[in-house]
T-cell receptor
């Protein structure tokens, strides 16, 4: 079955630690996205990538980093500079670089110890 | 700037009753509009989308939505709600550029037996 997978489902971060969230898609989609979801806030765009080896900042990129070395993979690193990382993180992909129809993975919940 | 407003934070309906979730958008040109559903702790599932043409669009799970340009609205409806419809619903508008999918803050639907 084609789809988007995210791992782990839950992730715990200690103070000063960088953590990486995985996102993989086997839909052969060109573009991939990372969103952050906080209760009552909807979704906010962190980073997106239209093609391999290229990515753009979204609305709340500070404290996060990404890479796109393969078409099917778009990992997100939450760095120690992100002071309020507790949230639900959603990865999405779209078939083309216009990005108007996006499909979502199951999410990763990040908690701070 | 583009924006999406979902006026109702939480709605409770009885099982078998009809449902209408409101969505208003702000966008200068013809918008691309979407409704997504999210079950607790899960990712977002696309219910339906409007790009152009017939202003009444049918989606999955028996949902439909009507685009009304004069009211800048894209309300989601279902004639008879089932207990399994309890979830959070998000309206979104595509702003016309890569990565620019703007979400409302969501409406949580509870279903009474």
């Amino acid at each position: 079955d084609g789809g988007i997978t995210q791992s782990p489902k839950y992730l715990f971060r200690k103070e000063g630690q960088n953590v990486t969230l995985s996102c993989e898609q086997n839909l052969n989609h060109d573009a991939m996205y990372w969103y952050r979801q906080d209760p009552g806030q909807g979704l906010r765009l962190i980073y997106y990538s239209q093609i391999v080896n290229d990515f753009q900042k979204g609305d709340i990129a500070e404290g996060y980093s990404v890479s796109r070395e393969k078409k099917e993979s778009f990992p997100l690193t939450v760095t120690s500079a992100q002071k309020n990382p507790t949230a639900f993180y959603l990865c999405a992909s779209s078939i083309n670089d216009r990005g108007e129809t996006q499909y979502f993975g199951p999410g990763t919940r990040l908690l701070v110890l | 700037a583009q924006s999406v407003t979902q006026p109702d934070i939480h709605i409770t309906v009885s099982e078998g009753a009809s449902l209408e979730l409101r969505c208003n958008y702000s966008y200068g040109a013809t918008p691309y509009l979407f409704w997504y559903v999210q079950s607790p702790g899960q990712g977002l599932q696309l219910l339906l989308k409007y790009f152009s043409g017939d202003t009444l669009v049918q989606g999955i799970k028996g949902f439909e939505a009507e685009f009304k340009r004069s009211q800048s609205s894209f309300n989601l409806r279902k004639p008879s709600v089932h207990w399994s419809d309890a979830a959070e619903y998000f309206c979104a508008v595509w702003g016309g550029s890569q990565g620019n999918l703007i979400f409302g803050k969501g409406t949580k639907l509870s279903v009474k037996p």
